[in-house]
């Protein structure tokens, strides 16, 4: 069986630790977790049974295609227990703009990773984030390279992934600087998914994953993405993914 990430590299260790531990307690041949960019996840998605990590945004728009995805568990951030397995969308600025409220902006330069993600488009505008004060969006093509832009000042604005803010903020203490205008969501968490398989091989998968933290190897490997446990999930958890999308859609390309 392959693996497939499509959350950033940032969160790679983290994953590939999940993944490996996954095929130790199943006894299953399972390769280690490929970093992949979202223009592969189709193939991906109608090919050979895989386990994959993936943002809700893609999975509902593939899984509602008809596509095999079976969500299995998403993660609890160790950062923000108290929400489950969710996660919100952080609106950060660049570092002059500290002390300055969302309100006060005004033709402001806006950075997104894309129009198609959640946590980068869908789950802000779709919250209310007010489009209104900015006066440009550029499309980064990643959280990581809209971090970057914020850190050169070459932007004033970024919403980003909070679990995927805290994977790279193990690597870069830069981005602890960065004021926070606003936060949206929760939004639910972005899923392990099955692509392909069955019924047992997916029930045989989500036991492995939410008893991870049950012990200190599993838990070794949460920590990676400062992770504290897995949460078994269904579609129908998914349907807040849906809805943030249809009221995000007006303003979507």
């Known amino acids: 069986m392959r693996s497939h990430a499509f959350l950033g590299d940032a969160l790679l260790p983290y994953q590939a630790a999940v993944t490996a531990e996954?095929?130790?307690?199943?006894g299953r041949a399972i390769d280690a977790t490929r970093?992949?960019?979202?223009?592969?996840?189709?193939?991906?998605?109608?090919?050979?049974?895989?386990?994959?990590?993936?943002?809700?945004?893609?999975y509902t728009r593939l899984r509602d295609r008809g596509l095999p995805l079976e969500?299995?568990?998403?993660?609890?951030?160790a950062l923000d227990p108290e929400v489950g397995a969710c996660y919100r969308s952080v609106l950060l600025?660049?570092?002059?703009?500290?002390?300055?409220?969302?309100?006060d902006l005004a033709d402001a330069r806006l950075a997104i990773n894309?129009?198609?993600?959640?946590?980068?488009?869908?789950?802000?505008?779709?919250s209310g984030l007010p489009l209104e004060r900015f006066a440009a969006v550029e499309v980064t093509?990643?959280?990581?390279?809209?971090?970057?832009?914020?850190?050169?000042?070459?932007?004033?604005?970024?919403?980003?992934?909070?679990?995927?803010?805290?994977?790279?903020?193990?690597?870069?203490d830069r981005l602890d600087a960065l004021p926070v205008l606003a936060a949206y969501g929760p939004s639910p968490a972005p899923p392990v998914v099955l692509v392909g398989g069955d019924a047992a091989l997916a029930d045989e998968l989500?036991?492995?994953?939410i008893a991870l933290?049950?012990?200190?190897?599993?838990?070794?490997?949460l920590e990676r993405g400062r992770m504290l446990r897995l949460d078994p999930v269904a579609d129908a958890d998914y349907d807040l993914t849906r809805d943030c999308d249809r009221r995000a859609a007006p303003w979507t390309p």
């Open 71 to 77: 969500p299995l568990a998403a993660p609890v951030s």
């Open 22 to 26: 996954v095929a130790a307690r199943t």
């Open 141 to 172: 093509g990643a959280h990581r390279a809209s971090l970057d832009l914020l850190l050169a000042e070459g932007a004033d604005a970024a919403p980003i992934d909070s679990m995927l803010l805290a994977g790279e903020r193990i690597h870069d």
């Open 35 to 58: 970093a992949c960019g979202l223009e592969e996840l189709e193939a991906v998605a109608a090919g050979e049974p895989a386990l994959v990590y993936l943002c809700g945004l893609p």
């Open 114 to 126: 894309g129009h198609d993600s959640m946590s980068g488009w869908v789950l802000p505008v779709g």
């Open 206 to 209: 989500r036991a492995a994953l």
């Open 93 to 103: 600025a660049r570092p002059g703009l500290a002390g300055t409220a969302l309100e």
């Open 213 to 221: 933290h049950e012990d200190a190897d599993g838990r070794a490997a």
